[in-house]
């Protein structure tokens, strides 16, 4: 397998910040200033069982409690910013801050539909992630201050190595499915 070359870190940075501007001026209805890259910000809260939601995923997510619809409403009438945060527990109703995680993904509500269950669908797309500063409200949804944050600049030897095994065993795996060969190979080598 052929060695390939990091990017350096401050050309991730640039890519993030053009590809987040990029998805911000497509779909924000709110004021450019709003949405600077790194500021921090006020967003309503999406608290999730079971999922963690990752920058660049686009997914669909079935809403059924009250305080989760009220933020998306939110949402949708700023700037269709939302910072989506998973709960350390399934079984919690209600959470409240200490039930979630500090970091979450800023994401775009890319579309919201009320399906005839009661439950609301919506589509979002995460753009960013980002660390809870502070909690301004908990009714009738949840409101904090959020700063975006980027990934650390540089990846340890044991990281790296946990990389390399990952994808050894990817490959191993691979080799019982032709279909998963195939989507093995598109992948890039780990670092160097």
């Not at 800023?106 to 399906?115: A, D, G, K, S």
Request: charged fraction near 25%; proline fraction near 8%.
């Amino acid at each position: 397998m052929e060695s390939r070359r990091r990017q350096p870190a401050r050309s991730r940075k640039v890519r993030a910040e053009a590809a987040y501007a990029e998805v911000a001026a497509g779909r924000s209805r709110g004021d450019a200033s709003s949405l600077s890259p790194f500021a921090a910000r006020e967003l309503p809260v999406l608290p999730l069982r079971g999922t963690v939601l990752l920058p660049n995923m686009v997914v669909p997510l079935y809403i059924d409690r009250a305080p989760a619809v009220r933020s998306v409403e939110a949402a949708m009438a700023a700037d269709q910013a939302l910072l989506v945060v998973a709960q350390r527990a399934d079984q919690t109703d209600n959470p409240t801050a200490d039930d979630l995680f500090a970091v979450g993904t800023e994401c775009i509500v890319t579309r919201m539909l009320r399906m005839p269950d009661g439950c609301t669908s919506v589509l979002v797309q995460g753009v960013r992630r980002a660390r809870i500063e502070r909690w301004l409200q908990f009714e009738p949804h949840g409101l904090v201050r959020a700063c975006a944050f980027d990934d650390p600049e540089s990846v340890g030897p044991q990281v790296e190595a946990l990389m390399r095994g990952a994808l050894d065993y990817l490959e191993a795996c691979s080799k019982l499915s032709e279909r998963l060969q195939a989507s093995a190979r598109r992948l890039p080598p780990p670092p160097a």
